[in-house]
């Protein structure tokens, strides 16, 4: 077999075939309510604030609306330092302000998709990272009403994957569906991962290749990433996710 039917043979067995079997699963779930009416109302996947002293920090993430959902997630932050009688959601969306604050309830329902947790932290360690994702958000360069861009980006995830970075020493990965969270938010296409583990190549998000311990081997095409997660043994896929050992508290989760 020569390189190139080889290469063509790879390229439809690790990218077009996942995309399509994605596409058949969301075909068999219905395309659901429309968004005007879909279910946002809370998954009860967080405590009652009140009642929750300690500080809070997750990352939740749902399928995309519509035809969409064949291909990514929507990645969000909440927040809740100690003692808050409540909590903070931040989006990043195309409609509005892009740094949009409590536009939703902190664990709902993305217009219908019931959320994942991909990242929690509970009490001082939670406590030791909220004024650092604050200031990340504060600071955030696509802020601007016309920045954001659903693909490449920069998206809801290239949003959350910045706000992480600026976390030293944060373990934490977003899912191979996060599409955007590889775009290069700050103009630099080779740089450390998130976690510190490894190094990332992005060609402005169309095209980059990720080698880390912690983000695990990822090949980004048209935004669509596949790869391995050597850590936590699991295949990534386009459109399909994460197929393997689970994170702590959800699939991408990758606490110390």
Request: contains cysteine.
């Amino acid at each position: 077999m020569s390189l190139l039917r080889l290469a063509l043979l790879l390229f439809l067995v690790v990218f077009l075939l996942p995309i399509g079997l994605s596409a058949a699963r969301h075909a068999w779930a219905g395309g659901g309510e429309g968004w005007r009416t879909a279910d946002r109302s809370s998954a009860g996947l967080l405590p009652p604030a009140a009642a929750h002293r300690p500080a809070l920090v997750r990352v939740l993430a749902a399928r995309t609306v519509r035809w969409r959902g064949i291909f990514a997630v929507h990645c969000w932050l909440v927040l809740k330092p100690e003692g808050a009688p409540g909590y903070t959601r931040y989006d990043y969306t195309a409609w509005g302000e892009p740094i949009r604050m409590n536009g939703f309830e902190p664990d709902g329902r993305w217009f219908g998709q019931v959320p994942e947790v991909i990242l929690a932290a509970d009490g001082p360690e939670a406590a030791a990272m909220i004024p650092q994702l604050q200031a990340a958000i504060e600071t955030y360069a696509w802020r601007n009403r016309g920045d954001y861009r659903p693909w490449p980006g920069p998206n809801s995830n290239t949003f959350v994957a910045a706000a992480l970075e600026a976390v030293p020493g944060l373990r934490a990965t977003l899912p191979p569906t996060a599409i955007g969270k590889d775009y290069p938010y700050d103009g630099r296409w080779l740089r450390p991962t998130p976690s510190g583990t490894g190094l990332r190549l992005s060609l402005g998000g169309y095209a980059g290749l990720t080698l880390a311990w912690v983000e695990g081997i990822e090949l980004n095409l048209l935004g669509a990433v596949a790869g391995l997660d050597l850590r936590r043994p699991a295949l990534k896929l386009p459109g399909l996710g994460r197929l393997g050992l689970p994170g702590r508290e959800g699939a991408g989760t990758a606490l110390p």
